[in-house]
Protein backbone atom coordinates (compact mmCIF):
# COMPACT_ATOMS: atom_id res chain seq x y z
CA UNK A 1 0.00 0.00 0.00
CA UNK A 2 2.62 2.23 0.49
CA UNK A 3 3.64 4.74 -1.83
CA UNK A 4 -0.10 4.98 -3.16
CA UNK A 5 -2.66 6.83 -1.71
CA UNK A 6 -4.69 5.39 0.98
CA UNK A 7 -8.54 6.10 0.23
CA UNK A 8 -10.68 6.19 3.50
CA UNK A 9 -14.56 7.04 4.16
CA UNK A 10 -15.53 8.53 6.71
CA UNK A 11 -19.45 7.45 7.68
CA UNK A 12 -21.76 7.16 10.20
CA UNK A 13 -25.51 8.32 11.75
CA UNK A 14 -25.69 12.30 11.40
CA UNK A 15 -25.02 14.48 14.03
CA UNK A 16 -22.04 11.91 15.30
CA UNK A 17 -19.11 13.83 14.64
CA UNK A 18 -17.87 13.12 11.07
CA UNK A 19 -17.41 16.41 10.06
CA UNK A 20 -15.65 17.52 13.11
CA UNK A 21 -13.18 14.47 12.66
CA UNK A 22 -12.82 15.42 9.17
CA UNK A 23 -11.93 18.44 9.92
CA UNK A 24 -9.20 17.64 12.42
CA UNK A 25 -8.23 15.11 10.28
CA UNK A 26 -6.71 17.27 7.26
CA UNK A 27 -7.05 20.78 8.95
CA UNK A 28 -6.80 23.49 6.90
CA UNK A 29 -6.08 21.82 3.73
CA UNK A 30 -9.84 20.99 3.07
CA UNK A 31 -11.47 21.39 0.45
CA UNK A 32 -15.24 20.83 -0.74
CA UNK A 33 -16.01 18.94 -3.66
CA UNK A 34 -20.20 19.22 -4.77
CA UNK A 35 -21.75 16.10 -5.69
CA UNK A 36 -23.41 16.32 -9.31
CA UNK A 37 -27.33 17.44 -9.21
CA UNK A 38 -27.56 17.32 -5.66
CA UNK A 39 -27.83 19.13 -2.89
CA UNK A 40 -26.14 17.57 -0.67
CA UNK A 41 -22.23 17.09 -0.95
CA UNK A 42 -19.30 14.94 0.17
CA UNK A 43 -15.83 16.46 1.09
CA UNK A 44 -12.55 15.58 0.17
CA UNK A 45 -9.17 16.17 1.84
CA UNK A 46 -5.90 15.14 1.67
CA UNK A 47 -3.23 14.38 4.61
CA UNK A 48 -0.07 12.80 5.34
CA UNK A 49 0.61 10.81 8.02
CA UNK A 50 3.86 9.22 8.76
CA UNK A 51 5.02 9.18 4.88
CA UNK A 52 1.85 7.91 3.93
CA UNK A 53 -0.74 10.01 1.72
CA UNK A 54 -4.25 9.65 2.96
CA UNK A 55 -7.32 10.71 1.20
CA UNK A 56 -9.99 11.25 3.24
CA UNK A 57 -13.68 11.12 2.29
CA UNK A 58 -16.63 12.73 4.13
CA UNK A 59 -19.72 11.51 3.51
CA UNK A 60 -23.38 12.64 4.22
CA UNK A 61 -25.31 10.77 7.50
CA UNK A 62 -27.49 7.71 7.35
CA UNK A 63 -28.94 5.49 9.72
CA UNK A 64 -28.55 2.61 7.41
CA UNK A 65 -27.56 1.52 4.29
CA UNK A 66 -31.22 1.30 2.70
CA UNK A 67 -30.54 4.30 1.10
CA UNK A 68 -34.34 6.82 1.41
CA UNK A 69 -33.07 10.01 0.72
CA UNK A 70 -30.50 11.48 -1.42
CA UNK A 71 -27.97 12.24 0.87
CA UNK A 72 -28.43 8.50 2.42
CA UNK A 73 -28.06 7.55 -1.18
CA UNK A 74 -25.05 9.41 -1.74
CA UNK A 75 -23.02 7.81 1.28
CA UNK A 76 -24.31 4.27 0.25
CA UNK A 77 -23.38 4.61 -3.34
CA UNK A 78 -19.92 6.08 -2.88
CA UNK A 79 -19.63 3.09 0.20
CA UNK A 80 -20.16 0.69 -2.19
CA UNK A 81 -19.14 1.98 -5.81
CA UNK A 82 -16.16 3.85 -4.30
CA UNK A 83 -14.74 1.06 -3.10
CA UNK A 84 -12.19 2.52 -0.60
CA UNK A 85 -9.59 1.11 1.35
CA UNK A 86 -11.12 1.52 4.33
CA UNK A 87 -14.36 2.79 5.92
CA UNK A 88 -14.03 4.66 9.70
CA UNK A 89 -17.30 4.42 11.09
CA UNK A 90 -17.78 7.34 13.33
CA UNK A 91 -20.59 6.76 15.74
CA UNK A 92 -22.12 8.48 18.68
CA UNK A 93 -21.06 5.84 21.19
CA UNK A 94 -23.63 7.25 23.52
CA UNK A 95 -26.20 5.84 21.46
CA UNK A 96 -24.60 2.65 20.76
CA UNK A 97 -27.49 0.19 19.50
CA UNK A 98 -28.63 2.79 16.68
CA UNK A 99 -25.33 3.90 15.68
CA UNK A 100 -24.07 -0.04 15.53
CA UNK A 101 -26.92 -0.53 12.92
CA UNK A 102 -24.90 0.81 9.83
CA UNK A 103 -21.44 -0.57 11.17
CA UNK A 104 -23.10 -4.03 11.23
CA UNK A 105 -24.59 -3.57 7.73
CA UNK A 106 -21.10 -2.52 6.70
CA UNK A 107 -19.25 -5.07 8.21
CA UNK A 108 -21.83 -7.61 6.66
CA UNK A 109 -21.16 -5.74 3.36
CA UNK A 110 -17.10 -6.67 4.06
CA UNK A 111 -16.18 -3.22 4.16
CA UNK A 112 -12.82 -2.55 5.61
CA UNK A 113 -14.12 -0.84 8.61
CA UNK A 114 -12.29 1.09 11.90
CA UNK A 115 -14.97 2.31 14.25
CA UNK A 116 -14.33 5.22 15.91
CA UNK A 117 -16.40 5.84 18.92
CA UNK A 118 -17.11 9.56 19.66
CA UNK A 119 -17.72 11.28 21.94
CA UNK A 120 -17.02 8.96 24.56
CA UNK A 121 -16.88 11.79 27.49
CA UNK A 122 -20.35 12.30 27.34
CA UNK A 123 -20.58 8.52 27.88
CA UNK A 124 -18.29 8.79 30.80
CA UNK A 125 -20.41 11.38 31.64
CA UNK A 126 -24.01 9.11 31.45
CA UNK A 127 -21.30 6.33 33.64
CA UNK A 128 -21.32 4.12 31.07
CA UNK A 129 -18.51 2.02 30.60
CA UNK A 130 -17.75 0.19 27.18
CA UNK A 131 -15.31 -2.89 26.92
CA UNK A 132 -13.36 -1.43 23.66
CA UNK A 133 -11.54 -4.54 23.98
CA UNK A 134 -14.57 -6.92 23.76
CA UNK A 135 -16.35 -5.15 21.11
CA UNK A 136 -13.08 -4.86 18.75
CA UNK A 137 -12.51 -8.54 19.52
CA UNK A 138 -16.09 -9.66 18.74
CA UNK A 139 -16.37 -7.74 15.70
CA UNK A 140 -12.81 -8.50 14.71
CA UNK A 141 -12.64 -4.50 13.64
CA UNK A 142 -9.89 -2.21 15.32
CA UNK A 143 -12.09 0.19 17.56
CA UNK A 144 -11.27 3.82 19.09
CA UNK A 145 -12.11 6.06 21.24
CA UNK A 146 -12.39 9.57 20.59
CA UNK A 147 -13.61 13.25 21.44
CA UNK A 148 -13.52 14.65 17.92
CA UNK A 149 -14.10 18.00 19.62
CA UNK A 150 -11.26 18.30 21.27
CA UNK A 151 -9.36 16.24 19.10
CA UNK A 152 -8.69 13.44 21.77
CA UNK A 153 -7.72 9.93 20.66
CA UNK A 154 -6.91 11.29 16.75
CA UNK A 155 -3.69 9.82 16.15
CA UNK A 156 -4.88 6.57 17.72
CA UNK A 157 -7.44 6.82 14.80
CA UNK A 158 -4.45 7.05 12.00
CA UNK A 159 -2.79 4.74 12.97
CA UNK A 160 -5.58 2.59 12.99
CA UNK A 161 -6.72 3.35 9.73
CA UNK A 162 -3.20 3.39 8.15
CA UNK A 163 -2.82 -0.37 10.01
CA UNK A 164 -6.37 -1.60 8.63
CA UNK A 165 -5.85 -0.62 4.77
CA UNK A 166 -3.21 -3.02 4.77
CA UNK A 167 -5.67 -5.96 6.12
CA UNK A 168 -8.50 -7.75 4.68
CA UNK A 169 -11.40 -7.30 5.06
CA UNK A 170 -13.44 -8.53 8.08
CA UNK A 171 -16.95 -10.17 7.70
CA UNK A 172 -19.17 -10.35 10.09
CA UNK A 173 -22.07 -13.04 9.88
CA UNK A 174 -25.23 -12.85 11.50
CA UNK A 175 -26.78 -15.60 12.32
CA UNK A 176 -30.19 -14.95 10.58
CA UNK A 177 -31.73 -18.01 12.78
CA UNK A 178 -34.90 -20.07 11.17
CA UNK A 179 -33.87 -18.06 7.79
CA UNK A 180 -30.16 -18.77 7.95
CA UNK A 181 -31.17 -21.71 5.86
CA UNK A 182 -32.19 -19.36 3.38
CA UNK A 183 -29.33 -16.82 3.15
CA UNK A 184 -27.03 -20.35 2.78
CA UNK A 185 -28.99 -21.42 0.08
CA UNK A 186 -28.85 -18.20 -1.76
CA UNK A 187 -25.19 -17.35 -1.22
CA UNK A 188 -24.77 -20.68 -2.77
CA UNK A 189 -26.56 -20.07 -5.84
CA UNK A 190 -24.82 -16.93 -6.11
CA UNK A 191 -21.02 -18.66 -5.95
CA UNK A 192 -22.26 -21.24 -8.29
CA UNK A 193 -23.48 -19.11 -11.00
CA UNK A 194 -21.07 -16.33 -10.54
CA UNK A 195 -23.22 -13.55 -9.91
CA UNK A 196 -21.14 -11.02 -8.69
CA UNK A 197 -22.57 -7.20 -8.04
CA UNK A 198 -19.74 -5.45 -6.24
CA UNK A 199 -20.35 -7.42 -3.39
CA UNK A 200 -19.72 -10.99 -1.72
CA UNK A 201 -22.07 -13.88 -2.05
CA UNK A 202 -23.44 -13.65 0.95
CA UNK A 203 -23.96 -9.98 1.39
CA UNK A 204 -25.93 -10.23 -1.74
CA UNK A 205 -28.11 -12.95 -0.64
CA UNK A 206 -28.52 -10.78 2.57
CA UNK A 207 -29.84 -8.08 0.69
CA UNK A 208 -31.92 -9.21 -1.52
CA UNK A 209 -33.55 -11.59 0.87
CA UNK A 210 -34.37 -8.13 2.82
CA UNK A 211 -35.45 -6.76 -0.65
CA UNK A 212 -32.81 -3.66 -1.29
CA UNK A 213 -34.77 -2.38 -3.85
CA UNK A 214 -30.86 -1.32 -5.63
CA UNK A 215 -29.55 -4.87 -5.52
CA UNK A 216 -32.78 -6.32 -6.99
CA UNK A 217 -32.57 -3.73 -9.98
CA UNK A 218 -29.14 -4.54 -10.30
CA UNK A 219 -30.09 -8.31 -10.76
CA UNK A 220 -33.15 -7.44 -13.10
CA UNK A 221 -30.79 -7.90 -16.26
CA UNK A 222 -29.19 -10.99 -15.18
CA UNK A 223 -30.31 -14.68 -16.45
CA UNK A 224 -31.09 -15.85 -12.73
CA UNK A 225 -33.33 -12.99 -11.50
CA UNK A 226 -36.22 -15.43 -11.82
CA UNK A 227 -34.70 -18.10 -9.74
CA UNK A 228 -33.66 -15.28 -7.18
CA UNK A 229 -37.23 -14.17 -7.11
CA UNK A 230 -38.75 -17.23 -6.38
CA UNK A 231 -36.02 -18.23 -3.32
CA UNK A 232 -36.88 -14.83 -1.93
CA UNK A 233 -40.77 -15.09 -2.20
CA UNK A 234 -39.81 -18.96 -0.72
CA UNK A 235 -38.26 -16.96 2.29
CA UNK A 236 -41.09 -14.64 2.51
CA UNK A 237 -43.97 -17.02 2.56
CA UNK A 238 -42.52 -18.59 5.67
CA UNK A 239 -42.24 -15.29 7.94
CA UNK A 240 -45.95 -14.44 7.09
CA UNK A 241 -44.84 -11.64 4.26
CA UNK A 242 -42.47 -9.38 6.26
CA UNK A 243 -39.19 -11.00 5.38
CA UNK A 244 -37.81 -7.48 5.78
CA UNK A 245 -38.41 -6.56 9.52
CA UNK A 246 -37.08 -10.31 10.10
CA UNK A 247 -33.91 -9.40 8.68
CA UNK A 248 -33.88 -6.16 10.79
CA UNK A 249 -34.87 -7.26 13.87
CA UNK A 250 -32.24 -10.07 14.07
CA UNK A 251 -29.84 -7.92 12.98
CA UNK A 252 -30.77 -5.73 16.11
CA UNK A 253 -31.13 -8.56 18.11
CA UNK A 254 -27.09 -9.76 17.53
CA UNK A 255 -26.86 -5.61 18.32
CA UNK A 256 -28.39 -6.06 21.68
CA UNK A 257 -26.65 -8.63 22.84
CA UNK A 258 -23.35 -7.33 21.53
CA UNK A 259 -24.01 -3.99 23.53
CA UNK A 260 -24.72 -5.71 26.82
CA UNK A 261 -21.79 -7.93 26.44
CA UNK A 262 -19.74 -4.51 25.77
CA UNK A 263 -21.12 -1.99 28.04
CA UNK A 264 -22.42 -1.44 31.63
CA UNK A 265 -24.58 1.23 32.94
CA UNK A 266 -23.69 2.55 36.39
CA UNK A 267 -26.71 4.95 36.53
CA UNK A 268 -30.32 3.94 35.45
CA UNK A 269 -31.95 4.87 32.00
CA UNK A 270 -33.98 7.61 33.80
CA UNK A 271 -31.27 8.95 36.09
CA UNK A 272 -29.53 9.41 32.73
CA UNK A 273 -31.85 10.59 30.27
CA UNK A 274 -33.92 13.23 32.04
CA UNK A 275 -31.51 15.59 32.04
CA UNK A 276 -31.89 16.15 28.08
CA UNK A 277 -35.37 15.79 28.02
CA UNK A 278 -36.12 17.85 30.59
CA UNK A 279 -34.34 20.47 28.28
CA UNK A 280 -36.07 19.30 25.23
CA UNK A 281 -39.89 19.76 27.43
CA UNK A 282 -38.77 23.16 27.60
CA UNK A 283 -37.34 24.38 24.37
CA UNK A 284 -39.94 22.25 22.41
CA UNK A 285 -42.92 23.31 24.57
CA UNK A 286 -45.76 24.49 22.26
CA UNK A 287 -46.34 28.18 24.10
CA UNK A 288 -42.44 28.31 25.25
CA UNK A 289 -40.66 27.50 22.25
CA UNK A 290 -41.00 30.50 20.10
CA UNK A 291 -40.27 32.93 22.86
CA UNK A 292 -37.22 31.48 23.80
CA UNK A 293 -36.37 31.52 20.52
CA UNK A 294 -36.86 34.58 19.70
CA UNK A 295 -35.29 35.94 23.00
CA UNK A 296 -31.86 34.52 22.04
CA UNK A 297 -32.22 35.95 18.75
CA UNK A 298 -32.63 38.98 20.03
CA UNK A 299 -30.28 38.98 22.58
CA UNK A 300 -27.43 37.38 19.89
CA UNK A 301 -28.62 40.31 17.64
CA UNK A 302 -28.37 43.04 20.65
CA UNK A 303 -24.87 41.76 21.06
CA UNK A 304 -24.03 42.36 17.70
CA UNK A 305 -25.01 45.71 17.41
CA UNK A 306 -23.76 47.01 20.83
CA UNK A 307 -20.18 45.38 20.03
CA UNK A 308 -19.81 46.28 16.01
CA UNK A 309 -21.44 49.80 17.20
CA UNK A 310 -17.69 51.42 18.25
CA UNK A 311 -16.02 49.80 15.39
CA UNK A 312 -18.69 50.82 12.65
CA UNK A 313 -18.21 54.27 14.61
CA UNK A 314 -14.28 54.44 14.23
CA UNK A 315 -14.67 53.17 10.43
CA UNK A 316 -16.94 56.49 10.15
CA UNK A 317 -14.44 58.98 11.76
CA UNK A 318 -11.72 57.50 9.60
CA UNK A 319 -12.78 57.60 6.40
CA UNK A 320 -14.73 61.10 7.01
CA UNK A 321 -11.30 62.53 7.75
CA UNK A 322 -9.82 61.04 4.43
CA UNK A 323 -12.50 62.52 2.36
CA UNK A 324 -11.77 65.81 4.04
CA UNK A 325 -8.52 65.25 3.58
CA UNK A 326 -8.88 64.18 0.04
CA UNK A 327 -10.62 67.39 -0.62
CA UNK A 328 -7.99 69.62 0.86
CA UNK A 329 -5.12 67.50 -0.81
CA UNK A 330 -6.85 67.71 -4.70
CA UNK A 331 -8.06 71.68 -4.43
CA UNK A 332 -4.52 72.94 -2.89
CA UNK A 333 -2.86 70.35 -5.67
CA UNK A 334 -5.23 72.96 -8.20
CA UNK A 335 -7.61 70.31 -9.28
CA UNK A 336 -11.17 71.33 -9.98
CA UNK A 337 -13.92 71.29 -7.62
CA UNK A 338 -15.75 68.13 -9.25
CA UNK A 339 -12.67 65.78 -8.93
CA UNK A 340 -12.32 66.60 -5.56
CA UNK A 341 -16.43 65.86 -4.66
CA UNK A 342 -15.92 62.64 -6.57
CA UNK A 343 -13.17 60.95 -4.52
CA UNK A 344 -14.04 62.31 -1.16
CA UNK A 345 -18.64 62.20 -1.76
CA UNK A 346 -18.34 59.69 -3.67
CA UNK A 347 -15.48 56.94 -3.60
CA UNK A 348 -14.09 57.83 -0.33
CA UNK A 349 -17.89 57.69 1.16
CA UNK A 350 -19.05 54.52 -0.47
CA UNK A 351 -16.59 52.55 0.00
CA UNK A 352 -16.90 54.09 3.97
CA UNK A 353 -20.49 53.34 3.65
CA UNK A 354 -20.33 49.79 2.66
CA UNK A 355 -17.42 48.87 4.81
CA UNK A 356 -19.56 49.92 7.63
CA UNK A 357 -21.49 47.00 7.67
CA UNK A 358 -18.43 44.72 7.66
CA UNK A 359 -17.95 44.59 12.03
CA UNK A 360 -22.05 43.46 12.26
CA UNK A 361 -21.12 40.56 9.18
CA UNK A 362 -18.15 39.55 10.84
CA UNK A 363 -19.71 39.54 14.14
CA UNK A 364 -22.50 37.23 13.04
CA UNK A 365 -20.86 34.90 11.38
CA UNK B 1 -54.96 -0.97 18.79
CA UNK B 2 -54.37 2.58 18.99
CA UNK B 3 -53.12 5.06 16.70
CA UNK B 4 -49.90 6.74 18.26
CA UNK B 5 -51.37 10.54 18.49
CA UNK B 6 -53.85 9.20 20.99
CA UNK B 7 -51.37 7.65 23.02
CA UNK B 8 -50.79 9.82 26.86
CA UNK B 9 -47.19 10.94 27.28
CA UNK B 10 -44.70 8.44 28.85
CA UNK B 11 -46.99 5.60 28.71
CA UNK B 12 -44.90 2.09 27.26
CA UNK B 13 -46.38 1.43 24.50
CA UNK B 14 -45.90 -2.03 22.10
CA UNK B 15 -46.55 -1.32 18.06
CA UNK B 16 -48.67 -3.49 16.89
CA UNK B 17 -48.97 -2.23 12.89
CA UNK B 18 -47.60 0.42 10.59
CA UNK B 19 -49.85 1.12 8.06
CA UNK B 20 -48.11 3.24 5.91
CA UNK B 21 -45.78 3.23 2.20
CA UNK B 22 -42.75 1.34 1.54
CA UNK B 23 -40.10 4.31 2.35
CA UNK B 24 -41.69 5.25 5.48
CA UNK B 25 -42.14 1.85 6.59
CA UNK B 26 -38.52 0.54 5.75
CA UNK B 27 -36.87 4.08 7.53
CA UNK B 28 -38.76 3.19 10.56
CA UNK B 29 -37.89 -0.20 10.81
CA UNK B 30 -34.49 0.48 10.00
CA UNK B 31 -33.79 2.67 13.05
CA UNK B 32 -35.61 0.01 15.46
CA UNK B 33 -39.21 1.16 15.11
CA UNK B 34 -40.57 -2.59 14.09
CA UNK B 35 -43.76 -4.53 15.07
CA UNK B 36 -43.48 -5.42 18.69
CA UNK B 37 -40.83 -2.58 19.85
CA UNK B 38 -41.26 -1.20 22.88
CA UNK B 39 -41.72 2.74 22.66
CA UNK B 40 -42.69 5.86 24.58
CA UNK B 41 -44.54 9.10 23.64
CA UNK B 42 -41.84 11.65 25.06
CA UNK B 43 -44.09 14.71 23.60
CA UNK B 44 -47.82 14.92 22.29
CA UNK B 45 -49.07 18.56 21.90
CA UNK B 46 -49.66 20.12 18.98
CA UNK B 47 -47.68 19.88 15.91
CA UNK B 48 -44.87 16.06 14.96
CA UNK B 49 -44.81 14.25 18.30
CA UNK B 50 -41.47 13.18 19.64
CA UNK B 51 -40.92 9.10 20.61
CA UNK B 52 -38.88 7.31 21.80
CA UNK B 53 -36.71 3.84 22.05
CA UNK B 54 -34.48 2.91 24.75
CA UNK B 55 -31.43 5.88 24.51
CA UNK B 56 -33.32 7.11 20.76
CA UNK B 57 -35.23 10.16 19.95
CA UNK B 58 -37.53 10.30 17.10
CA UNK B 59 -39.24 13.23 16.10
CA UNK B 60 -42.50 12.03 13.95
CA UNK B 61 -44.81 14.39 12.15
CA UNK B 62 -48.03 14.33 13.19
CA UNK B 63 -49.44 12.66 9.83
CA UNK B 64 -46.99 9.77 10.13
CA UNK B 65 -48.09 9.19 13.87
CA UNK B 66 -51.64 8.57 12.44
CA UNK B 67 -50.20 5.59 10.34
CA UNK B 68 -48.59 4.03 13.53
CA UNK B 69 -50.78 1.56 15.47
CA UNK B 70 -49.76 0.42 19.03
CA UNK B 71 -51.14 -1.40 22.50
CA UNK B 72 -50.35 -0.63 26.01
CA UNK B 73 -47.59 -2.48 27.96
CA UNK B 74 -49.09 -3.36 31.35
CA UNK B 75 -46.55 -3.15 34.31
CA UNK B 76 -43.60 -3.45 31.61
CA UNK B 77 -40.22 -0.74 31.67
CA UNK B 78 -39.47 0.23 28.02
CA UNK B 79 -35.80 -0.95 27.88
Not at chain 1, 293 to 308: D, P
Not at chain 1, 346 to 357: E, K, N, P, R, W
Not at chain 2, 24 to 40: D, E, P, S, V, W
Not at chain 2, 62 to 77: I, P
Amino acid sequence: MSGSTVKIALAGNPNSGKTTTFNQLVGAREKIGNWHGTTVERKEGQLKYQGQSVKVVDLPGTYSLSAYSIDERIARDFLIKGKPDVVVTIIDASNLERNLYLVIQLLEMGQNVVLALNMMDVVRRHGIEIDIKELSGILNIPVVETVASRGQGLDTLKDAMIQASTKDNPEVRIDYGEREEDVKNLEEFFTRNDVRVGMSPRALAVKVLEGDAAVLKKLEERECHQDVLEKRDKAEKAVDGDLESFMIERRYAYINGLVKECSHHHLTIEERMTQSDRIDKILTNRFLGIPIFLSLMYVLFSLVFKIGQPMVDMIGHVFGFLGERAVGFILSQGGPQWMASLISDGIVAGVGSVLSFLPYILLLS
Amino acid sequence: MIPLHHVAVGVPVKIVEIDAGRDLQGQLKHMGFLKGACIKVIQNTKGPLIIAKGNLRLALGRGMSHKVFVEELQGRKVA
